[in-house]
């Protein structure tokens, strides 16, 4: 069983008591119009290509035993779907500039990864599935939760929300923590934002607070988007309707604007006003008077 992994990364709790492996996945069934991981939104295996430091000397393209990359003009197109994962081109590319994005990993590979440090897990560390999101490969993430808990170590799932109500329940039966993206309250902008409903996440939510796991909602706040002290209170209303009780406030990365241009996608919409501390200090006091637990990551 496989599934296209952006990438894995292994971090210290800020005070070393405990080791996190985080597994990205690649591709999101959500286009929010703020990401800060462009490169994670499409679920296959793609090239990084910088326009700016190409020869245009057509080595990769030429080198490419499976036609999988073509110039079309002055811009270089890949086909997933051909590719071999070869490398050919990358290796042929004077300036090394071309890089993959993504890669097709096999459960008992990543499962190595995660069981290399199962002694540094402690009480608060473990696992945790992040993305993209892990619900566009369902199947491969439902396993690897499963092994992890045969295993014995603790499981975080940081998700969208976004799927049918099936393949999420599959992989709540073995999630120890949920942390779940709330992009926007109101449907309609929901819909606006990042391209689908609310609806479907709203009930998965539901379903994960009755099952009785901690569930954590997470907003980032984006200038423009969701960034004022009314946005709050309606977030905290809808929180309250749902029985949530603890909130994570994230700052939007306006780094993610130069990662657009570097994968040759279309702008991101979000302004770049700044949102300062002060402001993010306002808003959580919002929300914690109506009874949320609320924690601020800058
Ligand atoms: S990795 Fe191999 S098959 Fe894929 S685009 Fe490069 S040369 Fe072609
Ligand atoms: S081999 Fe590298 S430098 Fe040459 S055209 Fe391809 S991407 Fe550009």
Redesign the pocket.
């Known amino acids: 069983m496989q599934a296209n992994i952006f990438k894995i990364q292994k971090t210290m709790e800020p005070d070393c008591s405990a080791l996190q492996t985080t597994v990205y996945f690649k591709g999101c069934p959500l286009r929010c119009s703020w990401c800060s991981t462009p490169k994670s939104q499409n679920r296959p295996t793609q090239?990084l290509w910088d326009s700016k430091r190409c020869l245009f000397c057509g080595l990769?393209e030429a080198?490419?035993?499976?036609h999988?990359?073509r110039f079309e003009g002055n811009r270089l197109v890949?086909s997933p779907d051909t590719?071999?994962?070869?490398?050919?081109?990358?290796q042929n590319c004077p300036p090394r500039m071309l890089h993959f994005v993504g890669k097709m990993m096999e459960l008992d590979e990543v499962m190595d990864i995660v069981l290399e440090d199962k002694q540094h897990y402690g009480a608060t560390g473990g696992i945790t599935l992040s993305g993209g999101d892990a619900l566009l490969q369902p199947n491969f993430a439902a396993n690897l939760l499963r092994q992890c808990h045969r295993n014995s170590i603790h499981t975080t799932l940081e998700t969208t929300g976004f799927a049918q109500p099936l393949a999420f329940a599959r992989l709540i039966a073995h999630t120890d923590k949920l942390i779940l993206d709330i992009k926007h309250y109101s449907e309609k902008k929901h819909v606006q934002f990042t391209g689908v409903s609310n609806q479907t996440i709203l009930e998965n939510m539901d379903f994960a607070v009755a099952s009785g796991i901690p569930v954590t909602a997470r907003i980032t706040i984006t200038p423009g988007i969701n960034d004022t002290l009314c946005d709050a209170r309606e977030f905290a209303r809808l929180f309250s309707e749902h029985h949530i009780k603890s909130v994570y406030l994230v700052r939007y990365d306006s780094l993610g604007a130069k990662k657009y241009e570097e994968f040759h996608m279309p702008a991101i919409t979000a302004s770049s006003a700044s949102f300062t501390e002060e402001n993010m200090m306002r808003y959580a006091k919002v929300l914690q008077e109506h009874g949320l637990e609320v924690r601020i990551f800058q």
């Open positions: 090239i990769c080198s490419c035993p499976t999988s990359l890949f590719c071999s994962a070869c490398r050919t081109c990358i």
